[in-house]
């Protein structure tokens, strides 16, 4: 539903509920469908508790790595109970181990998971690291040569060695 919409449906239902016009309601209504669109949408992964043969996790796949494949970041439970675990995932690809010999991959776009293969986890990791790397090349900052005390032999003072003393 587009914001649009959203918003007069917010509105009607305000002026329902507070006994008024849908026009009056509007504009706080376009905020709160503006709001609603622009939260992340989640995603629950629900997969068998561990036990001692065979351990369960999920892990959130942040890039290559030499000799595993993958580098991984690995995720702690949002919740469990005696048969199960439960994580909440946002946007991203992600590796999923169930037991012994069940491990598969997964996509999860705007709340929606999706299986994927290996193959199309390292084409979506292409696709993502390269801009990572491109924004974290922009923001880097010129490093001054300074002393181990930070002490700037030019001016006489702790400025980091960006002063315009001679």
């Known amino acids: 539903m587009s914001v649009m919409k959203r918003a007069w449906v917010i509105a009607i239902d305000g002026a329902a509920k507070f006994e008024g016009n849908a026009k009056e309601f509007f ?23 561990s036990s001692r043969k065979c351990k369960t ?26 048969a199960n675990k439960w994580y909440v995932l946002t946007n991203g690809v992600y590796e999923v181990c169930a037991g012994e010999d069940n ?8 709340g929606a998971i999706h299986n994927i ?11 993502v690291v390269p801009t990572a790397r491109k924004v974290a090349t922009t923001v ?3 490093v001054y040569k300074t002393s181990k005390s930070n002490f700037c032999s ?13």
């Open 27 to 49: 504009s706080q209504a376009l905020i709160m469908a503006w709001a609603e669109s622009r939260k992340p949408k989640l995603a629950e992964l629900f997969i068998g508790n």
């Open 57 to 82: 996790w999920v892990a959130r796949i942040t890039g290559s790595h030499e000799r595993f494949g993958f580098s991984r970041v690995f995720l702690t439970e949002d919740g469990s109970n005696w």
């Open 103 to 110: 491990r598969y991959f997964i996509k999860v776009v705007d």
């Open 117 to 127: 293969e290996k193959s199309d986890a390292i084409k979506a990791l292409n696709e």
């Open 140 to 142: 880097s900052r010129p």
């Open 154 to 166: 030019k001016c006489g003072s702790y400025c980091w060695g960006d002063c315009e003393a001679n």
